[in-house]
């Protein structure tokens, strides 16, 4: 996978997931920006994904 380990991406993968939790612990999803921000956010992972995979 071009120098990229499993277990670097699984220590991304964990480290995303602890940044999820935290961010439940602390009720983001009561912001009233948590929507717009979510979309955005889950676009712009689709969009990275889908050009890492092109490079």
């Given amino acids: ?3 990229v380990s499993q ?3 699984k220590e991304f993968r964990d480290d995303e997931l602890h940044h ?3 961010a439940i612990d602390h009720e ?5 920006l948590y929507g717009p921000l ?3 956010m889950h676009n ?3 969009a990275a ?3 890492s995979t092109r490079i």
């Fill in 7 to 9: 277990k670097v991406i």
């Fill in 38 to 40: 979510s979309a955005i």
């Fill in 28 to 32: 983001a999803q009561k912001s009233p």
């Fill in 20 to 22: 999820l939790d935290i």
């Fill in 49 to 51: 994904i889908w050009i």
């Fill in 1 to 3: 996978m071009h120098g």
């Fill in 44 to 46: 712009g992972c689709k």
